[in-house]
């Protein structure tokens, strides 16, 4: 709960110190004067500042605030140069009393700074207080220990959750956007319901403030959506990653994987089994490996000595000649496929860019005519609409008919042949993979097979008691090789545990999602909406509303939590009295509904000249009875003009014992008369 106890403005001048001091009341609070001009929501506009909501003006920081708080203060007819401006704002939430300190205008201190002390005013002076200071409108001053907003969410007793933003990702659902359904300043709050809500970056904010404020399940349910949609994403995330280091290192090892689930899924036992490693040469990694191996065995038992191999390295001379040879074409045939596959994707791009500029075409063609336009004319002036061929002006049939096909039918067949057209790119783009690896393995080989005939006509043209180039050099291949291998065939086993792994979180992913309630409301949801719905149709009979003569046509949409006629906005279907008639039934309905619900409505309200667009006179005594008739915790502050009989008449009938009025007589900021100790109070 939040109840305003004290609000107490300084304003310093070279001649004269002007200031408010009020306090105020647990219920009904009116600041009234005789003008509209007397400084009421420049004081309005004190209790935002103090707070850090000024962002419901229309701004951050002293800007928004009036010139009296800045440049100067008129009185009597005379300006005063504003050179210090202060506000001390008082605050009960039950248990604990506060005074919040915030300047508007005051050398060497920063206007984001605010010094919450922990007693009243009134304590202060005493030197004993303790007090601690913190920031506004800085980067996580919602978040961090030292931001202001953080402190007064703890102070209300609020646990403000995290909702979707603009960035994709998570922001607190801020204490301005949820004090702008309850706090509505003159200028722009009347204009519509959230009118005054300022814009943070939060999607769908209206819908959350009502949520939280009700204290609906829906919210916690949209943030296990949130929470379950980031770990898919970040599963998938780490999976892919896998399969893209998969195929990277296969490629490196000349392997191919098979049988690896292409995204996030459960694997048991039975999935896993059936993975496995394959050598380029269609072997078991395992068996190429004892293969490698053997080969190894065998050179090692090979006699090193060159006059021992002579015919034999003759002959592995000429088949390895071949092998280069046979390969380098296999390259040079690649890269020439490789050189039509680039061309032939190259031209798929275009035909695809030409067809979606058709489709574009086509379609703002059809909503032009369906709009009325006369699309077609081409029609009438003997072309075809889509091929521009001239269309034969008789009525005669022709030896060869064609239909010419209406926009709709155009539509449908240029995205069939997009389809077409994506499915054959798809299928260049897999090729030129595929080749692009064929000629990065077959380099690999060329360049073995290089080196092995560089190392066999060296043991040729050598002497004979010499040691074979070409054998040292193959056993470090092969043991290179078989070294190489066995470390993929590790790193592979790690990379299907980390999946593994992933697969248990997706598994948890699903049993999360399957819990998920199927309705968008539970039980309770459906009970508190309607419940709100109810008030606020009770309150518009009360208030006057005419513009619908059967008020059981409105409803609360379930969507957007709004009042609606007819699936359609009610504004529209309200004159612009019964407007502020429908603003004022919304904003009691929240508190209405959530005292009764146990909601997290702190209970405030602030309504800055409410008596907008000529309202009748006993409307506006409804509505303040209305207001002292809330059962549960409230305080609501009134700025009102009562320059005409009717709205004085209305506040005199009212039970003295359920309001305080505030009556400014000539000017809100008024001289403060010296004294011994004026600093404070």
């Known amino acids: 709960m939040l109840q305003i106890n004290r609000l107490k403005i300084t304003i310093r001048t070279t001649e004269q110190e002007f200031g408010f001091d009020q306090t105020f009341k647990q219920g009904l609070n009116f600041i009234a004067s005789d003008d509209n001009t007397c400084g009421k929501s420049s004081v309005i506009e004190g209790i935002y500042y103090a707070l850090g909501f000024e962002e419901i003006?229309?701004?951050?920081?002293?800007?928004?605030?009036?010139?009296?708080?800045?440049?100067?203060?008129?009185?009597?007819?005379?300006?005063?140069?504003?050179?210090?401006?202060?506000?001390?704002?008082?605050?009960?939430?039950?248990?604990?009393?506060?005074?919040?300190?915030?300047?508007?205008?005051?050398?060497?201190?920063d206007s984001r700074l605010i010094t919450v002390h922990f007693s009243g005013i009134a304590d202060i002076k005493s030197g004993v207080t303790?007090?601690?200071?913190?920031?506004?409108?800085?980067?996580?001053?919602?978040?961090?220990?030292?931001?202001?907003?953080?402190?007064?969410?703890?102070?209300?007793?609020?646990?403000?959750?995290?909702?979707?933003?603009?960035?994709?990702?998570?922001?607190?659902?801020?204490?301005?956007?949820?004090?702008?359904s309850m706090f509505i300043e003159q200028k722009r709050g009347w204009a519509d319901i959230f009118s005054g809500m300022p814009n943070l970056g939060i999607k769908e904010a209206k819908q959350r403030v009502v949520e939280y404020t009700l204290a609906l399940n829906t919210i916690e349910n949209e943030k296990k959506k949130i929470m379950l949609s980031d770990e898919k994403g970040n599963i998938e995330h780490e999976w892919n990653a896998i399969l893209q280091l998969f195929s990277t290192e296969s490629r490196n090892a000349q392997c191919n994987i098979y049988n690896i689930?292409?995204?996030?899924?459960?694997?048991?036992?039975?999935?896993?089994?059936?993975?496995?490693?394959?050598?380029?040469?269609?072997?078991?990694?395992?068996?190429?490996?004892?293969?490698?191996?053997?080969?190894?065995?065998?050179l090692s038992s090979l006699k090193p000595k060159i006059v021992d191999n002579f015919e034999?390295?003759?002959?592995?001379?000429?088949?390895?000649?071949?092998?280069?040879?046979?390969?380098?074409?296999?390259?040079?045939?690649?890269?020439?496929?490789?050189?039509?596959?680039?061309?032939?994707?190259?031209k798929l791009r275009e035909n695809l860019d030409?067809?979606?500029?058709?489709?574009?075409?086509?379609?703002?063609?059809?909503?032009?005519?369906?709009?009325?336009?006369?699309?077609?004319?081409?029609?009438?002036?003997?072309?075809?609409?889509?091929?521009?061929?001239?269309?034969?002006?008789?009525?005669?049939?022709?030896?060869?008919?064609?239909?010419?096909?209406?926009?709709?039918?155009?539509?449908?067949?240029?995205?069939?042949?997009?389809?077409?057209?994506?499915?054959?790119?798809?299928?260049?783009?897999?090729?030129?993979?595929?080749l692009k690896t064929l000629i990065t393995s077959n380099e690999a080989k060329l360049f073995t097979l290089r080196r092995l005939a560089v190392s066999l006509r060296n043991d040729l043209y050598s002497v004979d008691d010499e040691?074979?180039?070409?054998?040292?050099?193959?056993?470090?291949?092969?043991?290179?090789?078989?070294?190489?291998?066995?470390?993929?065939?590790?790193?592979?086993?790690?990379?299907?545990?980390?999946?593994?792994?992933?697969?248990?979180?997706?598994?948890?992913?699903?049993?999360?999602?399957?819990s998920l309630s199927k309705e968008k409301f539970t039980p309770e949801d459906k009970i508190k909406l309607a419940s709100f719905e109810s008030n606020f149709k009770r309150d518009l009979?009360?208030?006057?509303?005419?513009?619908?003569?059967?008020?059981?046509?409105?409803?609360?949409?379930?969507?957007?939590?709004?009042?609606?006629?007819?699936?359609?906005?009610?504004?529209?279907?309200?004159?612009?009295?019964?407007?502020?008639?429908?603003?004022?039934?919304?904003?009691?309905?929240?508190?209405?509904?959530?005292?009764?619900?146990?909601g997290n409505h702190p209970g405030v309200l602030i309504l800055d000249e409410p008596d907008q667009h000529s309202i009748i006179i006993t409307n506006m005594e409804a509505?303040?009875?209305?207001?002292?008739?809330?059962?549960?915790?409230?305080?609501?502050?009134?700025?009102?003009?009562?320059?005409?009989?009717?709205?004085?008449?209305?506040?005199?009938?009212?039970?003295?014992?359920?309001?305080k009025l505030i009556k400014i007589a000539n000017k809100a900021f008024a001289p403060i008369l010296p004294k011994a100790d004026n600093k404070i109070v």
């Open 261 to 298: 689930p292409t995204a996030p899924r459960i694997i048991d036992d039975t999935v896993k089994a059936k993975i496995f490693i394959e050598y380029i040469t269609g072997q078991g990694i395992d068996e190429y490996i004892a293969y490698l191996k053997s080969e190894l065995g065998k």
């Open 467 to 514: 040691l074979s180039e070409s054998i040292v050099y193959k056993k470090l291949k092969v043991a290179n090789d078989i070294q190489s291998l066995e470390e993929f065939k590790s790193k592979f086993s790690e990379e299907i545990n980390k999946l593994v792994e992933l697969s248990e979180r997706w598994k948890k992913y699903l049993e999360g999602k399957t």
């Open 623 to 659: 509505f303040f009875k209305d207001i002292y008739a809330i059962e549960g915790w409230k305080q609501v502050i009134i700025g009102i003009t009562i320059k005409d009989t009717d709205t004085r008449t209305a506040i005199e009938h009212l039970d003295k014992e359920y309001y």
């Open 354 to 434: 030409t067809i979606n500029i058709d489709i574009v075409n086509n379609k703002d063609a059809a909503r032009l005519k369906n709009l009325g336009a006369q699309v077609g004319s081409e029609i009438m002036k003997g072309l075809c609409p889509i091929c521009n061929q001239e269309i034969p002006d008789t009525l005669l049939p022709s030896i060869n008919e064609f239909h010419v096909m209406s926009i709709e039918e155009n539509i449908k067949h240029l995205n069939a042949q997009r389809e077409i057209f994506q499915f054959a790119l798809d299928g260049h783009h897999a090729s030129k993979e595929e």
């Open 57 to 109: 003006i229309g701004g951050r920081g002293e800007k928004v605030l009036t010139s009296v708080y800045k440049s100067a203060i008129e009185y009597d007819g005379k300006t005063y140069n504003t050179l210090e401006s202060e506000v001390y704002l008082e605050l009960f939430n039950g248990a604990d009393v506060i005074t919040l300190y915030r300047t508007a205008k005051m050398d060497n201190r």
């Open 541 to 598: 009979r009360i208030y006057g509303y005419k513009s619908v003569s059967n008020i059981e046509e409105i409803s609360i949409s379930r969507d957007t939590y709004l009042p609606v006629i007819n699936n359609f906005d009610m504004k529209f279907d309200s004159s612009a009295s019964d407007n502020i008639r429908a603003i004022w039934a919304f904003t009691m309905s929240l508190l209405q509904t959530s005292n009764k619900h146990l």
């Open 312 to 346: 034999a390295l003759h002959s592995e001379l000429e088949e390895t000649e071949k092998q280069i040879e046979l390969i380098t074409n296999k390259i040079s045939d690649a890269r020439a496929k490789l050189v039509m596959e680039d061309a032939s994707i190259k």
């Open 130 to 180: 303790d007090f601690e200071d913190m920031y506004v409108h800085m980067p996580n001053s919602a978040t961090n220990e030292k931001g202001f907003h953080t402190f007064l969410e703890r102070y209300l007793g609020l646990e403000l959750p995290y909702v979707n933003n603009y960035n994709d990702s998570e922001s607190k659902l801020y204490l301005q956007l949820l004090l702008s």
